[in-house]
């Protein structure tokens, strides 16, 4: 069973930058769809970032040129670096398994953003 453990969370003054990692427990991680999402209070959980096993990418665009996801097959691990924070970039960050049926969060890592 796939489990998924972030890291590295926290505080950061707006323009700042943080970098959160996940790491994967799944012998067929390599060939995953794996992403990064966030949730605010109040509102519904957004994905955010994806990569593919060829390492394509998405991103939305509240994040793009800031936000870059990566992976490292070796080592089982999912980072996502978060580059010009912004207040409004404040929220829970969970790594997911986008191709693992049905869909795996992670348990979350709080991200807080201050001006």
């Known amino acids: 069973q796939i489990q998924l453990v972030e890291s590295g969370g926290g505080s950061a003054q707006a323009g700042g930058s943080l970098r959160l990692s996940c790491a994967v427990t799944?012998?067929?991680?390599?060939?995953?769809?794996m992403g990064w999402g966030r949730q605010v209070p109040g509102k519904q959980r957004e994905l955010v970032a994806t990569?593919?096993?060829?390492?394509?990418?998405t991103y939305i665009d509240a994040v793009k040129g800031r936000f870059t996801i990566s992976r490292d097959n070796p080592n089982n691990m999912v980072y996502l670096e978060m580059r010009n924070l912004k207040p409004e970039d404040t929220a829970v960050y969970y790594c997911?398994?986008?191709?693992?049926?049905?869909?795996?969060w992670g348990r979350g890592t709080q991200v807080f953003v201050s001006s």
């Open positions: 990569m593919n096993s060829d390492h394509a990418t």
């Open positions: 997911t398994c986008q191709s693992c049926e049905p869909d795996v």
């Open positions: 799944d012998r067929f991680f390599r060939i995953r769809q």
